[in-house]
């Protein structure tokens, strides 16, 4: 895959002008947001913190010069002053809303915790803005076959989804291909 960051901007206004379909990624700090990304584009692009909740700015990489993946600042992360989760809330409130570009958020879970208020408003968030989303469970490689069976079937309940979660691992490439195929199904062609 060709990936290149092309801008980390706080207001989507202020993002990238070309009119390729954009698929956003979001999900708790510390879910495996980067490690997946950089997965995905086979480098490391995306910064990996040790400090969760670092990302304030919706990062654009251009991939295969047809569609951008955005990288949303990950939520949940008590220690981030209020007004700065507030700003949060906004500004990727607004991108989901209003930013006609963007065909696909892909929600990423860890199957490890128990479902949060904050996946479950960022999926709402999604069905009123008629956004599609995919839900794709990281860090599979954590927890043993038949764990994993559990918690997807669990979160696919939790999250009222129509179809069982995809499984990812950024550790040992599992699910990669059927990501990718997932996104590419989804975007206009
Ligand atoms: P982000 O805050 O959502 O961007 O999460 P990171 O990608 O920085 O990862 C957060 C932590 O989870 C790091 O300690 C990673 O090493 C770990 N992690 C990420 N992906 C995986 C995975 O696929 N398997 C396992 N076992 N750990 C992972």
Redesign the pocket.
Known sequence: MLASLRACVADFRQGPREPWPQVAFA??????????L??LFGQKL?????T??K?RTLNYYLVNNRCFFVDLP?YGFAAVAKSERESWGRNVTDYIVHEERLKLVVA?VDPRVPTSPLDQALLALCREAARPVLVVL?????LSRGALAAERLRVQRDLQLEDLPLV?????GEGKRELLKAIAERLPT
């Open positions: 999900g708790r700090s510390n879910v495996g947001k980067s490690s997946l950089n997965a995306a910064q990996v913190s040790k969760p909740g990302t990950g990423l990281t860090k599979a490689d954590a990812f691992s950024a550790k040992s």
